[in-house]
């Protein structure tokens, strides 16, 4: 299972990132205000991601 991490940012902002079996960066979330907003955020994704499609841009350009 991965792992979601909270980490601060130089400015004291929280951020998140998300991190495969092997350590890996998966995603990582934007700077928030507060812990509570970077928390909902990372819940944000847990919910959503499963329903989210593929967008291939590179189809197109080629």
Aim: hydrophobic share 35%.
């Amino acid at each position: 299972m991965g792992v979601f991490q909270i980490y601060l940012d130089k400015t004291g902002g929280f951020c998140w990132r998300m991190l495969a079996l092997n350590g890996d960066v998966l995603a990582v979330g934007e700077g928030y205000k507060t812990k509570d907003s970077c928390l909902y955020g990372i819940e944000s994704v847990r919910r959503l991601a499963h329903k989210a499609s593929v967008d291939d841009q590179t189809y197109h350009s080629r």
